[in-house]
C-alpha cells in the first residue's frame, strides 16, 4: 500500500527501514516481541492478511522530499477495546511539524474507504494534549474520559476517547 499525501509517502514498512523503525519503538514494544527486529518482522508479516478487523496494519511515514523516515501510522483492532482503531506515533524531532495530522486524515479515509467499518476509533493518553489536536483537526469527535487496565502492562489507564464515523468521508 502507498498512500501518497502534499508532503507525505505513506506506505508500507520493509527491512531496510529497520534502522529508523527501531528508533520509533518504546521498551513496552521491543520487550513484546523479543526485540525491535521481531516487532518489524511482525509488522511486515500483517500486511499479507491485510485485516484491520482482527489485526492491525502499521506503515511508515516519510518526507516526498527527502524520503525520510518522519513516523509510523497504522489501523487495526484495539487490544482492549475491540473497535477499529487509528494510531500514530512520530520520531520527536519530527513533532510539530503538522505530519501526525496529515498522516491521520490520509489514514483515517483510506481506511473507511477500503473496509467495511462504519467507524474509526482514537484514544490518547488524557496528558497528552498535542494528540488529542491531532484527532480534533482530523474530525475525530471527543465522546468521553474512559478507564481500563491494560492487558499488557496490567495497569489501569485513564485515555480520551474520540470517534470519527464513515458518513464524514
Known amino acids: ?11 508500507n514498512l520493509c527491512e531496510t527501514d529497520y534502522a529508523e523503525f527501531e528508533r520509533i519503538l518504546n521498551e ?13 518482522n511482525w509488522v511486515i508479516s500483517q ?18 522530499q527527502t524520503e525520510k523516515f518522519v513516523g509510523m501510522v497504522g489501523v487495526g483492532d484495539h487490544d482492549d477495546l475491540h473497535e477499529p482503531e487509528i494510531f500514530y506515533h512520530l520520531l520527536p524531532e519530527q513533532r510539530g511539524k503538522g505530519f501526525a495530522t496529515e ?15 462504519e467507524y474509526l476509533i482514537g484514544t490518547v493518553s488524557v496528558d ?7 484527532l480534533e483537526r ?9 478507564s481500563l487496565l491494560v492487558h499488557v502492562t496490567n495497569e489501569k489507564n485513564d485515555f480520551m476517547y474520540y470517534i470519527y464515523y464513515k458518513d464524514k468521508v
Open 103 to 117: 498522516a491521520a486524515k490520509a489514514m483515517t479515509a483510506w481506511a473507511l474507504e477500503n473496509y467495511d467499518i
Open 128 to 134: 497528552n494534549v498535542k494528540s488529542q489536536h491531532v
Open 47 to 64: 500486511y499479507a492478511t491485510n485485516d484491520i478487523i482482527h489485526g492491525l496494519l502499521s506503515f511508515g511515514i516519510f518526507e516526498r
Open 138 to 146: 482530523c474530525g475525530y469527535e471527543f465522546i468521553e474520559v474512559r
Open 28 to 40: 513496552e514494544q521491543k520487550s513484546a516481541f523479543g526485540s525491535g527486529k521481531e516487532f518489524l
Open 1 to 11: 500500500m502507498m498512500l501518497l499525501t502534499e508532503r507525505l509517502i505513506i506506505r
